[in-house]
């Protein structure tokens, strides 16, 4: 029988008081020598102080890497406490304050959970990318593992994304645009892309999600991914999720999600080589990824326009050949305003 069940459950006043000596032996090591005296004179006076010690002990070493963290944390702070101009004794206290303050935090929180769950809820990086008309942008992030290069991510022009590390996940938050992404595989921090539409859930592979503000479209090059909409059939709570493998694409469209289908994934992201592939795109969808490249955007006369289709591959940059060749392949009129923007009229 544990010293804890034999002597009752210590009382949390008592634990907390186990646990501010075992945080100023261990994070303030200027205190350790006469913090370990103390706790060892504390733990002798009864047996329940004994049983709060273990107790303490416990919630402690339950943290694991944490400590690390509290003592980066509580050194900063004493470094600002000692450029202060107060004297010695006068800092006493604010010191003291600070490490009743993780205290706090391993005390009744911990003992419900919920101090390893604020712990592992921290990000370790964070960071938001994005790109102007015409900008292309390589980012990689700081998630490999054994000192090997992260996962990558390349963005075409007006896209965005906010990136964020936890020690347990990876999570992206897409808003806009196209990004093809190359995951390290990594089974203990899952890795999950959040867009408009649905949520995206990989370990490691290679794929590409496009959102122009119509149906967000993803394709796997490489590995496979998971797709999950964020609603169900006909706006119902379950949503049922999609396993994608390489070669295939799916598109969602207002919680809808369209078969799987056979296509060339490579070419969705082929304007990292300053290429435009549309295969049956939305023309409203096909525009916006043109007008990424264009100062004066190219705009149509309706909602029958933009649900054309346009199928071709198309240089990125010459924007001037896809207007001369659009009036070929689709029944339109291009007509130039004073302003410099495009309409596209019905024939």
Known sequence: MSIGMAMGAPRERMVEKALALIVEAEIAPDQAAHARLALSQWRGKSPEHAAALLEARQRWDALGGMADDLRTHFEASKADLANASAATDARRPQRRKHLLSIVGLLGVGLLGGRGVHWYLQQPVFHAAFQTRTAQLLKATLTDGIDGRTGSRLDLAPLSAVDVTLYRQRRVVEMARGEVRF???????????????????EVIGTVFTVRDRGGPVLIGVERGHVRVRPLRGPEGSVEAHAVDLHAGELVEISDGSMAPVRRADTTALAAWRDGWLVFDNTPLSDALAAVNSYRTQPIVTAGPRIDAMRLSGRFRSNDSIGLLAALPSILPLAAVTRPDGSVELRQR
């Open 182 to 200: 190359e995951v390290i595989r990594d089974a203990d921090r899952p890795f999950r892309v959040r867009t408009r539409e649905g949520t995206i």
